[in-house]
């Protein structure tokens, strides 16, 4: 119930395409959904985040779509450019537990130019 | 914005020796820090989180004998990696919560190579 599945494990997309990477969790209790993003070699940075009461939150290329129903949360990279070529990363919080982050196994993403 | 200052970002120590690995949050007070572990290729393993002035709170199967923790500042956290093996070569990183849990910022870790 703690874990948080998150798909595909790597993804390569053309520049100028859409980037779609996909996360899903068990724990009804999760209140908050951030995405991470990681360059090789160095620590996580907070991309976009969003919590259950909205179904989308935009901030420029990026798009966090989520579903409560069906306990699913997803993260659009528009117009996606070489520099977005990352690990990102799902995440979810629980407020019983310190508020830790329970993580995402990660998504490779390149982007082809 | 809040920065989390981690040093060293790589370090290369003998089997058996310690190496201590810090964490600062530079413009805020972090009254609570997560220490992390990362593998090549694998998610972030949280290996303990410690609360200013108090003792840390450590992740099953985490030895804290091994793996100290120290925070008695709001500002400072410590990682120390008591009698180093090449099996505790990994990438280390601290974060700091900023907003009760919605505002995780991390550090930019550091590469232990233990030879």
């Known amino acids: 119930q703690q874990q948080v599945k998150q798909s595909p494990q790597s993804l390569i997309v053309q520049k100028g395409g859409i980037s779609i990477i996909n996360c899903a969790y068990e724990n009804t209790a999760f209140d908050y959904f951030p995405w991470y993003q990681q360059f090789p070699g160095k620590g996580p940075a907070l991309l976009i985040a969003i919590r259950p009461d909205v179904s989308e939150k935009k901030e420029g290329r990026f798009t966090i779509s989520f579903n409560k129903s069906a306990k699913q949360f997803s993260l659009h990279i528009m117009d996606s450019q070489p520099g977005d070529s990352a690990t990102y990363f799902c995440?979810?919080?629980?407020?019983?537990?310190?508020?830790?982050?329970?993580w995402g196994a990660g998504t490779k993403l390149i982007i082809k130019p | 914005g809040a920065v989390v200052s981690q040093h060293p970002s790589w370090v290369i120590c003998k089997s058996g020796t310690s190496v201590k690995i810090e964490c600062r949050s530079l413009?805020?007070?972090?009254?609570?820090m997560f220490w992390y572990r990362q593998f090549p290729k694998q998610s972030l393993m949280l290996m303990a989180t410690?609360?200013?002035?108090?003792?840390?709170?450590?992740e099953q199967g985490v030895e804290k004998d091994k793996f100290l923790i120290n925070h008695a500042s709001l500002t400072l956290s410590t990682l120390t990696v008591t009698s180093a093996h090449p099996e505790d070569s990994s990438f280390y990183i601290c974060?700091?919560?900023?907003?009760?849990?919605?505002?995780?910022?991390f550090g930019s870790g550091t590469r232990l190579t233990v030879v």
């Open positions: 410690s609360n200013e002035g108090s003792k840390a709170t450590y």
């Open positions: 413009d805020f007070q972090a009254t609570t």
């Open positions: 995440a979810a919080s629980l407020m019983d537990s310190n508020y830790q982050l329970i």
């Open positions: 974060s700091a919560d900023l907003d009760r849990g919605y505002g995780y910022t």
